[in-house]
């Protein structure tokens, strides 16, 4: 049994390191070859299974990381503290990445940007028709919100398909090609008006 769970985690990880370097093309494609209702479906499943074994590998780090000794355990929790520090700087610094290039911006300049009251945007969180993410205790909205090249109702459309879903998985969903838009992100949908199909996977990514 033991043995048969390394192997299985030497298949997994394989599998993402082949499933890194192959190119979306590649799965649209293939996938275009499926009824539409099924590769949608395959992509809500690959979605959901991929939570459970995330949720599955921290129960199984755990299980590991029971200390045989005090002295394992104190260093089990030093290794886990340094990972959640090390992760946590990484999504700091994306964010400062993301608000010094400009994708995101504050609440004042997004309300400027709108020609809006920030008590408006306050109403429009509070709907599930906007989102922001906090960096430094401040709150920092999509800039896209304000983008010309997308119809601002489409926009706050998808954001409350998204429902309750926390601000950082909804601007991820906003940035990451999907198969269901034909490899394209959902943004770069909105912009060739396929506001059903973004809705649909936007309805999808909150439900799995």
Known sequence: MITEFF?????????????QKMPMGTVVRHLKTQPAKLALQRQRTALRQARRMAAAANAVQARLAQPASALVEEASAQEAQAFVQAAEQ???????????????????ELARRLGCTTQALSKAL??????????????????????????RRQVEAVSKALGELPGGAKLAFFRTPFISLEGKTPLEA???GRLEMVVRTAKGYAEA
């Open 190 to 192: 909105l912009a060739g």
């Open 7 to 19: 192997e299985t985690l030497d298949v997994l990880e394989q599998a993402a390191a082949k499933l």
């Open 90 to 108: 990484e999504a700091d610094a994306s964010l400062r990445r993301m608000i010094d290039g400009g994708e995101l911006v504050s609440r004042e």
């Open 126 to 151: 509070g709907a599930k028709r906007m989102f922001c993410v906090e960096h430094q205790l401040k709150q920092y909205f999509p800039a896209w919100l304000a983008d010309p090249r997308f119809d």
